[in-house]
C-alpha cells in the first residue's frame, strides 16, 4: 500500500503519515519525490513530497497484534514469533507455551487452520498485494508433517507389496502435498487428489513400469 504525503518539511510528511496511517515510523519505508524549497521572498516556495510503503515490520506487528488479541480473548498466555520467509510476500508465526494449547489446534487441526485463514484475512486487508501467513502450535504441524510422512511411507510399502490401490483419509491440502512428496520417488507409484473439500484425499496406486527393450 503507497501513500502520498505533502508538507512544509520531510519530517513533517512523516508525522504525518504516521498519524494517518496509525503506524510508527518503522513499519514504513519512505521515498522523498520532492525536497521542500524555500523560494525567493516566499515566491515559488515548495512543500516536500514523500512516498510512503508498509514493510515487513508492519505486517509483523499486525500478526502479533492478531494473534496476542486471539490468545487474550481465550485467556492463554503463550509466545508469539513472526518470522519473515520472503520479504513482504510469505510469514511463518509460531505461538509457544507451556500448556498443551490443544484448544488452539482443535480436532484434526480445524481450529489451527481457522485461525490461520484469520490472521490472513486479516493481514491482507491492509495490503495491496496477497500475503501468506503459516501459523502452528507448538510446532503441532512439524509435528503432524513427520506423521503423515510415515504414514505415506507405509502406504507406498503396503502397495509395492500387493495392494493395488488405497485411498487415504481426507486431508488439508498442506498435508496431501506432503504425501505426493513423498511418494514421488517411486517410479512404480502414482498418487492424486480426488473429491472436494473438506473431504478431498489421496489415492494411491501401483503402476506398470514399462522396461524398454
Known amino acids: ?19 494517518a496511517l496509525n503506524v510508527s515510523e518503522e513499519e514504513f ?18 512543500n516536500a513530497v514523500i512516498k510512503v510503503k508498509f514493510n515487513d515490520k508492519y505486517n509483523v506487528n499486525k500478526v502479533k497484534e492478531f494473534l496476542l488479541k486471539l490468545l487474550s480473548f481465550y485467556k492463554i498466555n503463550a509466545k508469539v ?10 510469514y511463518t508465526a509460531k505461538i509457544s507455551g507451556k500448556e498443551s494449547l490443544a484448544e488452539l ?21 491492509h495490503n495491496d498485494h496477497h500475503i501468506s501467513i503459516s501459523v502452528d502450535v507448538n510446532d ?53 487428489s480426488v473429491g472436494v473439500e473438506p473431504y478431498r484425499h489421496v489415492v494411491v496406486e501401483k503402476v506398470m513400469i514399462r522396461v524398454k527393450s
Open 81 to 90: 514469533t513472526v518470522e519473515v520467509i520472503r520479504p513482504m510476500v510469505v
Open 140 to 192: 503441532y504441524k512439524k509435528r503432524k508433517e513427520e506423521i503423515v510422512r510415515k504414514m505415506a511411507e507405509s502406504v507406498a510399502l503396503k502397495v509395492r507389496n500387493g495392494i493395488k490401490k488405497v485411498s487415504l483419509k481426507p486431508m488439508n491440502a498442506r498435508e496431501r502435498k506432503v504425501v505426493h512428496e513423498v511418494l514421488s520417488k517411486y517410479e512404480d507409484i502414482r498418487s492424486y
Open 105 to 125: 489446534i482443535g480436532k484434526h487441526g480445524h481450529t489451527l487452520n481457522a485461525i490461520e485463514h484469520l490472521v490472513s484475512v486479516y493481514v491482507n486487508k
Open 29 to 46: 519505508d519512505f521515498e522523498v519525490l520532492q525536497e521542500p524549497t524555500h523560494g525567493f521572498l516566499g515566491i515559488g516556495a515548495k
Open 1 to 19: 500500500m503507497e501513500k502520498i504525503f505533502e508538507a512544509k518539511s520531510v519530517k513533517e510528511c512523516l508525522n504525518e503519515a504516521c498519524k
